[in-house]
């Protein structure tokens, strides 16, 4: 694990998680397929967890004047269950035939749902939707479900708070704040199943810094670009993730990865 290959998409792989923390949502979820192309997908889960925690603390302050309270006051106890229900229905959907396909299709399929309404069906000059309980408990448990399985909260969570046209900083400091919360309470659940240990902790350390030059380099870019153009940009990278996502379900390994490995054989 520590050749120089590890260390190129470790980087990689950190820094792309930062971005995400500092306002670019789904940039993180392409983390895990880098770092598998030099290791195994699960313990690569494990090993950028603890970056994702670094990272979300410097997100935090980066975002601590930008956030929606009454989202927040939706999503978090909603993502704090679907952790929950995560840690207690993994073992079991892990006992069945292509259970893991299942929900990474159905994340998937959910962001290119969602791509495809807020590509022809939204009026993007339209009224704001406004952030309702029911809604934003489904969304928000089903981000923090899948968040735990493989990292891809995104795709949910986008689908319910999108429409909602938050300022892109609100926006970006609710997203950070929100999976900062969900990120710490899976630390327990990953040690329990083995997927974080004393070495890929010391790892994590050694990427951490890549990660918080990141989440500064995220920041400064949402700062850059127009409200049009992030949405414009947060919307294209969850179709890509969601793709990804859907490849892998139907065919077994994620396109993104297949292509990279081509691209380095």
């Keep these: 694990m520590q050749g120089w290959e590890f260390w190129i998409t470790g980087v990689i792989g950190a820094v792309l998680v ?3 923390k500092g306002g670019w949502a789904a940039v993180g979820t392409l983390a895990v397929p880098v770092l598998s192309l030099v290791m195994d997908p699960l313990l690569a889960a494990g090993l950028i967890l603890p970056v994702f925690v670094v990272s979300d603390w410097f ?4 975002y601590r004047h930008s956030f929606d309270r009454r989202v927040l006051a939706i999503l978090i106890p909603a993502g704090l269950i679907g952790v929950g229900l995560g840690w207690a229905l993994i073992p079991t959907i892990d006992a069945l035939p292509g259970g893991e396909r ?3 299709g159905l994340v998937g399929a959910i962001g290119v749902i969602f791509f495809l309404y807020m590509t022809f069906r939204h009026d993007p000059h339209g009224p704001a939707v406004e952030p309702r309980l029911g809604p934003g408990l489904f969304w928000g448990a089903l981000a923090g479900f899948t968040s735990y399985v493989s990292h891809s ?3 949910p969570y986008q689908t319910y708070v999108q429409p909602l046209r938050l300022d892109r900083l609100a926006f970006a400091g609710t997203t950070t704040i929100l999976f900062a919360i969900v990120n710490a309470a899976k630390l327990v659940p990953y040690s329990f199943t083995g997927q974080i240990s004393l070495d ?4 994590a350390a050694v990427l951490a810094p890549a990660a918080i030059a990141g989440v500064f380099l995220g920041k400064s870019m949402v700062r850059w670009v127009s409200q049009k153009t992030f949405y414009t940009v947060i919307t294209w990278a969850l179709l890509i993730v969601s793709l990804d996502l859907m490849g892998k379900a139907i065919f077994g390994v994620e396109p993104l990865l297949a292509l990279a490995r081509g691209f380095t054989a």
Excluded at 200 to 203: I, L, R, Y
Aim: aromatic residues 6%; charged residues 5%.
């Design 18 to 20: 930062g971005i995400s």
């Design 153 to 155: 909260g995104a795709p």
């Design 200 to 203: 890929s902790v010391k790892t």
């Design 59 to 62: 997100g935090l302050y980066a």
């Design 102 to 104: 299942v929900i990474t």
